[in-house]
T-cell receptor, first 117, second 111 residues
């Protein structure tokens, strides 16, 4: 099993360009997430999808859009990249989401390192 | 504003020593407190977790101590090994089921 797969691994964009980060999981998980990781800030939730067909904003959604394409795939789109979006982006999935999810940890991909110049 | 405060930012420990990482939170509605371990170039992975109705949880060399009244919890790594060198994140889950992460602690275990 590959777990959570993210593409690309690295990307450099110019300010104003757009791109889509891809994420796929093969664990039949219901919930998927996008986080960004910045030095001194930890991981912050951008968007999540509790189940197929639903998406919700997290802590830092501005400048991003998401699509839950099917149960396996959850993409993150930057419509007009800004230098403030330079970060490492992690996709994660979990089997469950909610009060009964104690035994349903987040499984993370290996990240996409994005630089916006 | 950081929902979960983590310290120290970095930690250097001799092999065989005890590593201690501390976290504090304000929101008493948080109901689940996991720790994640991250190696360079990889995503974080769940290490150990605790619920607020328990004061301590131990798994091998890793122990979480939880003080509900002080709103603090800590990770203790006993007999620290070079292979434990990684970045550790504490986290807390809100009633809306979102995880808030601390800022991370980079642990280096010297052989």
């Amino acid at each position: 099993n590959a777990g959570v797969t993210q593409t690309p691994k690295f990307q450099v964009l110019k300010t104003g360009q757009s791109m889509t980060l891809q994420c796929a999981q093969d664990m039949n998980h219901n919930s998927m997430y996008w986080y960004r990781q910045d030095p001194g800030m930890g991981l912050r939730l951008i968007y999540y999808s509790a189940s197929e067909g639903t998406t919700d904003k997290g802590e830092v959604p501005n400048g991003y859009n998401v699509s839950r394409l099917n149960k396996r795939e959850f993409s993150l789109r930057l419509e007009s990249a800004a230098p403030s979006q330079t970060s490492v982006y992690f996709c994660a999935s979990s089997a469950l989401r909610g009060p009964s999810s104690y035994n349903s940890p987040l499984h993370f991909g290996n990240g996409t390192r994005l630089t916006v110049t | 504003q950081q929902q979960v405060k983590q310290s120290p930012q970095s930690l250097i420990v001799q092999k065989g020593g005890i590593s201690i990482i501390n976290c504090a939170y304000e929101n008493t509605a948080f109901d689940y407190f996991p720790w994640y371990q991250q190696f360079p170039g990889k995503g974080p992975a769940l290490l150990i977790a605790i619920r607020p109705d328990v004061s301590e949880k131990k798994e091998g060399r890793f122990t979480i101590s939880f003080n509900k009244s002080a709103k603090q919890f800590s990770l203790h790594i006993m007999d620290s090994q070079p292979g434990d060198s990684a970045t550790y994140f504490c986290a807390a889950r809100s009633p809306s089921n979102n995880l808030f992460f601390g800022t991370g602690t980079r642990l280096t275990v010297i052989p």
